[in-house]
């Protein structure tokens, strides 16, 4: 089952925790072994952090799961998880609200605190306080985990990141576009990431290198 698990679910290698901008690694590790819920819009960084925990946990000779988890799945897949020492499951969104989804979710955390041996670690774009169960068990269970949030950045942790996405989409992001999408753009990351590589594909289409008014014509500024 495992080795079939890992090539369905690959990982990607450079979401390791060294790359990860801000604190919430740091203080994720610092649960590690208590159930952890992990909240954020898309491109916030929650993928990124739960490869990057994997990726840890694996160097140091554990065995550590990483699912994607979508409604397609069979909810049995979740059985025999707690066998590892990391079980990371990403985008609950997607099964949410589908009791039998819930009751394999429920169970799994049950195995994982009977072993007391494995990290579990789960993560939704729906904060978790505003998520709508539908079985009140899985609820009572969730409700009580650690819930930390994705996308909480300082303005120079942004800039770090977009400077990031710049280089390895392959495309000059001056500073002063830089600073304008910061005083300017809505902020969170992840929205400020979706904008950038919009700004970059409309570079490359118009042949333009990516400045203030060319900017301002794009977002119709």
């Given at each position: 089952?495992?080795?079939?698990?890992?090539?369905?679910?690959?990982?990607?290698g450079?979401?390791?925790l060294?790359?990860?901008?801000?604190?919430?690694?740091?203080?994720a590790?610092?649960?590690?072994?208590?159930?952890?819920?992990i909240?954020?819009?898309?491109?916030?960084?929650k993928?990124?952090?739960?490869q990057?925990?994997?990726?840890?946990?694996?160097?140091?000779?554990?065995?550590?799961?990483?699912?994607?988890?979508?409604?397609?799945?069979?909810?049995?897949?979740?059985?025999?998880?707690?066998?590892?020492?990391l079980?990371?499951?990403?985008?609950?969104?997607?099964?949410?609200?589908?009791p039998?989804?819930?009751?394999?979710?429920?169970?799994?955390d049950?195995s994982?605190?009977?072993?007391?041996?494995?990290?579990?670690?789960?993560?939704?774009?729906?904060?978790?306080?505003?998520?709508?169960?539908?079985?009140?068990?899985f609820a009572?269970?969730?409700?009580?985990?650690?819930?930390?949030?994705?996308?909480?950045?300082?303005?120079?942790?942004?800039?770090?990141?977009l400077?990031?996405?710049?280089?390895?989409?392959?495309?000059?992001?001056?500073?002063?576009?830089?600073?304008?999408l910061?005083?300017?753009?809505?902020?969170?990351?992840?929205?400020l990431?979706?904008?950038l590589?919009?700004?970059?594909?409309e570079?490359?289409?118009?042949?333009?290198?990516?400045?203030?008014?060319?900017?301002?014509?794009?977002?119709?500024?």
């Amino acid at each position: 089952m495992t080795a079939q698990l890992i090539f369905d679910f690959p990982r990607l290698g450079h979401y390791s925790l060294d790359r990860f901008v801000g604190a919430l690694g740091e203080q994720a590790l610092a649960v590690r072994g208590e159930p952890l819920w992990i909240s954020g819009a898309a491109e916030s960084g929650k993928s990124h952090l739960l490869q990057g925990l994997c990726q840890t946990v694996e160097a140091e000779q554990a065995r550590a799961v990483y699912l994607n988890l979508e409604p397609t799945l069979d909810p049995a897949i979740l059985r025999d998880l707690a066998a590892f020492d990391l079980v990371a499951l990403d985008q609950l969104d997607a099964v949410i609200g589908q009791p039998d989804w819930e009751l394999a979710l429920f169970d799994l955390d049950n195995s994982v605190r009977d072993l007391g041996v494995s990290w579990l670690v789960l993560a939704s774009e729906t904060p978790l306080p505003k998520i709508s169960f539908q079985l009140a068990d899985f609820a009572s269970r969730a409700r009580a985990m650690h819930w930390m949030q994705t996308g909480q950045l300082t303005d120079d942790e942004k800039v770090v990141v977009l400077k990031r996405v710049a280089q390895e989409t392959g495309f000059q992001l001056p500073d002063e576009v830089l600073r304008f999408l910061l005083d300017r753009a809505p902020r969170e990351i992840g929205t400020l990431i979706g904008l950038l590589n919009r700004l970059a594909k409309e570079s490359l289409r118009a042949q333009r290198r990516l400045t203030v008014p060319f900017l301002k014509q794009i977002l119709e500024l």
